[in-house]
């Protein structure tokens, strides 16, 4: 049948606030990356890997986004992704 959504302004502030979040993360892959020799000599892997996961999680991510948005809502997603970049982001 027919579902009623309620649509709420904040919802564009959260998708910025997700975008932006989604910016730093690129960000942060492909400027780690770009320094081979310090991402071999730390973490004594190929930096190629590392662009390989980040593309893959990201692909995986969009194609998950709207069926985890449906069931948990923006909001719960928004903080989720913010708190698992961070988390990320620290390691």
Same mark, same amino acid.
């Given at each position: 049948? $027919? #579902?009623?959504?309620? *649509?709420?302004?904040?919802?564009?502030?959260?998708l &910025?606030i *997700?975008? *932006?979040? @989604?910016? =730093?993360?690129d960000?942060?892959?492909? @400027? !780690? &990356?770009?320094?081979?020799? !310090?991402?071999?000599? /730390?973490?004594?892997? +190929?930096? %190629? %890997?590392?662009?390989? =996961?980040? *593309?893959f999680? +990201?692909? &995986? &991510?969009?194609?998950?986004f709207?069926?985890?948005?449906? $069931?948990?809502g923006? /909001? #719960?997603?928004?903080?989720?992704? @913010?708190?698992?970049m !961070?988390?990320?982001?620290?390691?």
């Amino acid at each position: 049948g $027919k #579902k009623n959504y309620t *649509l709420y302004p904040q919802r564009w502030t959260q998708l &910025a606030i *997700l975008s *932006l979040l @989604a910016l =730093l993360s690129d960000w942060a892959c492909f @400027a !780690t &990356a770009g320094g081979p020799a !310090t991402w071999t000599t /730390q973490f004594h892997h +190929n930096p %190629e %890997e590392l662009i390989d =996961l980040f *593309l893959f999680t +990201n692909v &995986a &991510a969009c194609f998950f986004f709207t069926d985890i948005t449906r $069931k948990y809502g923006l /909001q #719960k997603v928004v903080t989720g992704a @913010a708190g698992m970049m !961070t988390v990320g982001g620290l390691f």
